[in-house]
């Protein structure tokens, strides 16, 4: 193994009296944990069981019904949800 080779985080560096000494690397290891945190905030869309029933459910609300109405709804067509899912699905989906 070169002793110039990164490991991870930590350097070999040769001494001059011919010992081998790990060195840490700050920098190094900064931008890997940023690389990391950059990973794992992405943002990842996954589809909810509710974009099958959009348009019914947008419809719902134009006529009025609440949350738990169209949770209510949603349990009679198999799709259990609780009434606050509804609610942040309908916030984001339905501006009225």
């Known amino acids: 193994m070169p002793l110039n080779q990164n490991i991870v985080s930590n350097q070999l560096v040769l001494l001059d009296f011919g010992f081998v000494m790990n060195v840490f690397n700050a920098i190094a ?3 890997r944990l940023k690389k990391e ?10 589809r909810s069981r509710l974009d099958r029933y959009k348009a ?3 419809a719902l609300k134009q006529e009025g019904a609440s949350n738990a109405e169209c949770q209510r709804w949603l349990r009679k067509n198999r799709i259990k ?3 606050r899912t ?3 699905w309908v916030e984001k989906n339905f501006n009225g």
Do not use: A, M, N, S
């Open 37 to 46: 945190t950059k990973e794992t905030r992405k943002q990842r869309y996954r």
């Open 29 to 31: 290891v900064v931008e």
């Open 86 to 88: 509804v609610g942040r």
């Open 56 to 58: 019914e459910l947008i």
């Open 81 to 83: 949800v609780d009434h």
